[in-house]
């Protein structure tokens, strides 16, 4: 039977259990998330035995060869004696500011104890006192001395719910990360750029579109923000100033009900995508949000040309806590996710 050994302790894994799992069914308190390898949260660092291919994908080489590995994607077959994250890798910070930008999503601003590298688009796990974590996509820009996240608040949501409710500012939290390769890469500026996501999927391309533009892109650049009603719409007017200040930079909200007003499409967001957007060959897309949506729109924009190298989807995966703990939504993963 395969069994794991955590600070002098073994635990037995279950036929197909993860050490994640394993680890949470035997009491230990392991900062976790998303449970699909996507978020990271859940890394731990192997000290002896051999550590499952499958339970590496993702991870820089740099983590790699120092015995990372994700703990809900590691199926060990034998003895495997682990460590958690560590200090390392993880940065301490405090909320500077919270703001509400709709009724139902929150900007959250923390400020980084120590310098904090990353990429406008790529996301952070965040890791509360009690060691609950969830994963945020960066909606800042790296020179500013604050990190952005939006959290939309969810029924039953731990974090969210925490945020919105009780956190203030000067209380801290920890950072773990950055991951994710859902970013700007300067080059090509003529070339036409497509981003759309939906709910808190709009925070990565929020960040995306300001880093474009102040590298200086100068071809085309569409923003298509997708919600279910006008009020899941929020960032609608810093948009639309945007788009006064650059003529290359199209927004295009949209919402699947209500009625029809100024600015504001009503129809299916990939509907949307396709009227303004016919022939995307040659173009570089961003989709962030629900997953679904992300799914079918890569797949429909690639077979309208656009090639899968230049695709960068971010699908945002819904956290999967034990069931009397309620059901969270990562605010980069969507409003139907992460």
């Known amino acids: 039977m395969a069994r794991v050994k955590l600070e002098g302790q073994w635990y037995g894994l279950d036929e197909g259990e993860s050490v994640l799992d394993g680890l949470l069914r035997?009491?230990?308190?392991?900062?976790?998330?998303?449970?699909a390898g996507a978020c990271q949260s859940c890394l731990m660092r192997a000290e002896r035995g051999e550590v499952p291919t499958k339970a590496q994908v993702g991870?820089?080489?740099?983590?790699?060869a120092r015995g990372y590995f994700l703990s809900?994607?590691?199926?060990?077959?034998?003895?495997?004696?682990?460590?958690?994250?560590?200090?390392?890798?993880?940065?301490?910070?405090?909320?500077?500011?919270?703001?509400?930008?709709s009724d139902s999503v929150l900007c959250v601003r923390l400020r980084p104890e120590k310098p904090f590298e990353y990429r406008a688009g790529q996301y952070v796990s965040l890791i509360r006192?009690?060691?609950?974590?969830?994963?945020?996509s960066l909606a800042s820009q790296p020179h500013e001395d604050t990190l952005e996240l939006h959290v939309r608040r969810t029924a039953g949501g731990r974090m969210s719910g925490w945020l919105?409710?009780?956190?203030?500012p000067g209380d801290?939290?920890?950072?773990?990360?950055?991951?994710?390769?859902?970013?700007?890469?300067?080059?090509?500026?003529?070339?036409?750029?497509?981003?759309?996501?939906?709910?808190t999927g709009l925070a990565p391309l929020y960040g995306i579109l300001q880093d474009a533009l102040s590298h200086g892109h100068t071809g085309p650049i569409w923003l298509f923000h997708g919600a279910l009603e006008p009020s899941g719409l929020y960032l609608v007017e810093e948009l639309r100033a945007l788009q006064s200040c650059y003529s290359q930079f199209q927004y295009r909200p949209c919402v699947l009900k209500g009625q029809?007003?100024?600015?504001?499409?009503?129809?299916?967001?990939?509907a949307v995508i396709k009227e303004s957007c016919p022939r995307p060959a040659g173009w570089r897309a961003w989709l962030c949000g629900d997953p679904s949506l992300v799914l079918s729109l890569r797949k429909k924009l690639f077979l309208a040309g656009?090639?899968?190298?230049?695709?960068?989807?971010?699908?945002?995966?819904?956290?999967?806590?034990?069931?009397?703990?309620?059901?969270?939504v990562s605010g980069r993963a969507s409003d139907a996710s992460r």
């Open 172 to 199: 801290a939290l920890e950072l773990q990360g950055p991951a994710g390769e859902c970013f700007y890469v300067p080059g090509r500026p003529e070339q036409p750029l497509l981003l759309a996501g939906t709910g």
């Open 260 to 270: 029809e007003r100024v600015g504001v499409t009503v129809g299916a967001l990939d």
């Open 306 to 328: 656009l090639s899968l190298k230049d695709l960068h989807a971010d699908a945002f995966l819904p956290s999967t806590p034990p069931p009397q703990e309620g059901v969270e």
């Open 164 to 168: 919105f409710n009780e956190a203030r």
């Open 72 to 101: 809900c994607a590691c199926h060990p077959e034998g003895e495997l004696e682990v460590a958690g994250a560590g200090s390392e890798l993880r940065v301490s910070a405090r909320i500077a500011a919270l703001e509400r930008l």
């Open 129 to 136: 006192a009690d060691g609950l974590a969830r994963s945020y």
């Open 26 to 35: 035997g009491g230990v308190r392991v900062p976790h998330s998303c449970r």
């Open 59 to 64: 991870l820089k080489e740099t983590l790699k």
